[in-house]
């Protein structure tokens, strides 16, 4: 099973401050078609212009990733954990029975671009926490590195569900394969660039839906690719 969406399909919409596009229904852009993937929420493509930002709201029994791919976001809790996010970065905020936070982008000049990713929990009303690790260019060349798991594992961010969040960077001959176990689904997302996906040629924004099985990569050009091993 393959299921396609490009990325012009997505929802769309542009404050000015911020530019944004959803994969899946959020704020006022709503399709029943296209609610979720599983335990896979929100994937929402964001330029936040310098100086401008995200201010102090509430979140809670959500599990927060954010995938920076361009420019820095600040970022600042009512956990008390005050950060820049950069690209390589990878942050997990599991707001529990509750948290408030704010994301910025003070650069006086530069687009923060970045990939905010809700990911529905296994258990609500946990205590909140947070984290925040690099992966270097070096660990997702020409491979598929675990970023996220439910468990840490390889030195990956953990998270309060049973899903696993690997990325990579492609060009020329570079490939990666991953195997799907049964029961379980995967969901494609081309951060930039393009690459072929079992022989579906991907662009940035584009997505794939698939359920077991193997997933193999290739042919890529600048392609950063996120695949998400969902139950």
Do not use: C
Not at 37 to 53: F, H, K, M, T, W
Not at 162 to 186: H, K, N, V, W
């Amino acid at each position: 099973m393959l299921n396609l969406r490009k990325s012009e399909d997505r929802g769309h919409a542009n404050h000015g401050w911020l530019d944004s596009y959803h994969s899946f229904s959020f704020a006022d852009y709503y399709d029943p078609e296209h609610m979720g993937y599983g335990p896979l929420r929100v994937i929402n493509e964001d330029r936040v212009q310098a100086g401008s930002g995200f201010g102090t709201h509430g979140h809670r029994d959500m599990e927060i990733i954010s995938y920076v791919l361009d420019g820095a976001l600040a970022h600042q809790d009512s956990m008390g954990n005050g950060s820049a996010i950069v690209p390589g970065d990878v942050q997990r905020m599991s707001a529990g029975s509750g948290v408030r936070h704010s994301e910025y982008n003070h650069s006086r000049s530069g687009v923060t671009h970045f990939l905010q990713i809700w990911i529905e929990p296994k258990f609500t009303g946990i205590k909140p926490s947070y984290e925040q690790k690099h992966f270097s260019a070096d660990e997702k060349r020409g491979r598929l590195r675990l970023i996220v798991s439910p468990d840490g594992r390889d030195g990956s961010v953990s998270m309060n569900q049973d899903a696993f969040l690997y990325a990579g960077l492609f060009d020329g001959l570079e490939s990666a394969e991953l195997t799907i176990p049964a029961g379980r689904r995967a969901y494609v997302h081309v951060a930039r660039g393009s690459v072929s996906v079992n022989g579906e040629r991907l662009r940035a924004g584009d997505a794939l839906k698939t359920g077991a099985g193997s997933i193999e990569i290739t042919r890529g050009e600048g392609a950063e690719v996120l695949v998400f091993d969902l139950p």
